[in-house]
């Protein structure tokens, strides 16, 4: 592409971590459709000038976005996050100066739930804990490895019906479990039930939580929501770690007041409490249920046509409700 | 119950092996509806007549059922096992006798289902080897875990689509995935490809085996078909060990040729092969899948079920197909 070509592509503005690159597929795919100003990259230069007229910014997960970038784009109408949660951009000032924020969407959500899925037949039947039982060698001593849950026909809690809830539903509909859940809006046409949460923490043995973290959902799981979960109760948490009150959860898992949990966040990651480690009731992963190599093209093509969409002056495809 | 009642309740020889006790909710409920001949137990007692006598036996798995035993029973008709798999009994005997032997039918089928699911998910996404990951502490060390390998939307090969392979399609079609299937004849009703052992095997990227252990079935599994599986193939086994060339295949997996494994049966259990202990794309259950709480007492119904069908000259509930 000649230079004069390059000129006309929109321009895009990358927030990064340094020591997290643009995958490869990204950069060379975005290139071909944009001029990228990527102030992490020791290579980069760019002019104070772009700065003043780029008008969508590509936020890689979990560079924060805050007001002091902000303050360097006045042009910024367009931010897009390559992930589901949003909680590392600054929203109330998003909002505040008119920027739209698009998430992930869809681009994940086949890949979360079905790992949500496993993390939850994980902790009920006890798939982890027995692998470590046949590694120890311990079959040949000890004998058949006691007995876990099962899940087919349950009644499974979803707190956040979105792009992933609303996957992992269909998913468990599949094993005959009824579906309760809990959201800010009722959904239409959907045969699941829509509950209050102390409500849908009675009536189901497994809950799942798949809300964005917002001031909001800040410790939405706490310890009304444990008891009332009770010991038959199990906690799949792959949303961010600060929805679940983690300190109480180790409490009521050490003490065996909650019948198990399967995480893939936590609140200060990538530490994990070491309370956790020895329980077999409880699956730990770190954070990677969104991560496929199938994934990465498909945020790749969500974000691009987010991008595309912002600068044809058409809606979003996946954008963030800032009211 | 006056004596006069027992007498007349139908006999019923229960075949298990002394170290394995029938667990007490089946105990107690048998013992309101037949007579209970159990000579493994150390306090029972049995006469020669009632021997000669008895038309039904109740095999408690892994007790094998050979002529020594069909000997002593010349009045037998009828043989209800407490497995899916019946390879511990001498089926070839039984054809020969005239005796009807019916399996465990769909009393396991939904949680051997969750189960091999788990096992696929649990491969393709590393979700085992993440969580020893966090355990030893490398997630702070070491950054993220390599990324898995997406199940939705994938093609799987399931190998019998009886009550379990059925029950596990189902599951699987709500991940989007394809189905081929292998089975001795082709399957009215279901929206599934069936195909030749080969052809399933280069065409899928899984392959789950859900096949009852016969002579036909020993080492269905060979060299020849994880070669046509390949480098991307995954091999789920809950049926039997030896359906597997164990041998073959702890080579494919040590030598990478093949993607991964789930394993939940071996060919010499509790042996299993020591090579396997510290590969991270397989995972170990010391044959659990049918085991849950909830699936002894479906198992209750459906060996109850199937005996009072024999005693009342009906079809059996899930006869094994000896011909």
Redesign the interface.
Known sequence: MGNEEQDELPLIFIQRLPQFNLPPIFTSRLQTLFRLIDPASQSHSHSEESLSVVRALLCLDPAPLHSQTLDLLPSLQCVVATSSGVDHIDLAECRRRRIAVANAGPAFA??V???A???L??VL?R??A??????AGL??LN???S???????KRVGIVGLGYIGSEVA??L????CSISYLSRKKKAHVPFLIMQMLAISKMTVTFSLFVVLTNETYHLINKDVMTALGKKGVIINIARGAVVDEKELVQFLVQGHIGGAGLDVFEN????PKEL?ELDNV??????AV?????LESLLEVNIANLEAFFSNKPLLSPIDLE
Request: hydrophobic residues 35%; glycine residues 8%.
């Open positions: 086949a890949d739930a079905e790992y899925v496993a993390l037949i994980d039947r798939l982890s027995s692998h470590r039982y046949v590694r079959w040949p004998g058949d490895y007995l876990g849950s099962k899940l087919s026909g269909k998913r509909q599949a094993f005959g990651e990538p530490d994990v480690f699956v730990l992963s770190p954070h990677k991560a496929t190599p199938e994934s």
